[in-house]
C-alpha cells in the first residue's frame, strides 16, 4: 500500500514537472502575439504532447488551459521599448509619405504656374492677402525691377520705357499694415 502512495505520488510530481517542461517548450517557440490569439490550439497541443507522454504511466490527462501569462519587469520593457520604437519608424514612414505626396503636389502646381507668367503674380498676391489678414504686421515682398523701372522711368509723353524678362530681378517693397510704401 506504501509504495502506491509513493507510486501516486511520484506521478503526481512528474506529470507536474512534465506539464511546466512542455508549457515552456511550446511557448518558447511562439510569440506573445501568436500565444494570446491561439491560446486554443496551444492548450490542446500542450494536452496532445502530454497525453502522449503519460499514457505508459496509465494517467490520462483531461484538460489542460492557458489562463494567465506573466511576463518578468525586464521583458515587459524591453517589449515596450521595442513597441515604441516600431510605432516611431511607422510615424517617420507616414511622414516621409506625407512629403513624398507633398512634392509632387508642389512640382505639379510649379509645372502649372509655369505655363503662364501672370499665375505666379496672382500667387505672390494671394500670398500677401493671406499675410496681411492673418497678421498685423511690416511683409516685405519681392517685386520684379522690370516692373519697377517700367513705372519709374516713363517719360513724359506716356510711353512707357522697354522691358524684358518680367522676373529677372527682384527689388522689396515694404507694405505695412496693406499700405504700400516705396
Known sequence: MLSLINRLDLTSIAGWLLAQTTLRNILGTKSLSDLLA????????MQNTLDTATAPWGVVVERVEIKDVRLPANLQRAMAAEAEAFREAK????????????????????DTMMQSQCAIQLRYLQTLT??????????????????????????????????????????????NEGTLME
Do not use: Y
Not at 38 to 45: K, L, N, P, T
Open 91 to 110: 510615424a517617420k514612414e507616414i511622414a516621409a509619405d506625407g512629403e513624398r505626396n507633398a512634392s509632387h503636389a508642389l512640382r505639379d502646381a510649379s
Open 130 to 175: 493671406t499675410i496681411a489678414s492673418e497678421h498685423n504686421s511690416t511683409i516685405i515682398f519681392p517685386v520684379p525691377v522690370d516692373l519697377m523701372s517700367s513705372m519709374l522711368n516713363r517719360p513724359d509723353t506716356g510711353e512707357r520705357a522697354p522691358t524684358t524678362s518680367p522676373n529677372r530681378d527682384v527689388r522689396a517693397t515694404l507694405i
Open 38 to 45: 491561439e491560446r486554443e490550439a496551444i492548450s490542446q497541443d
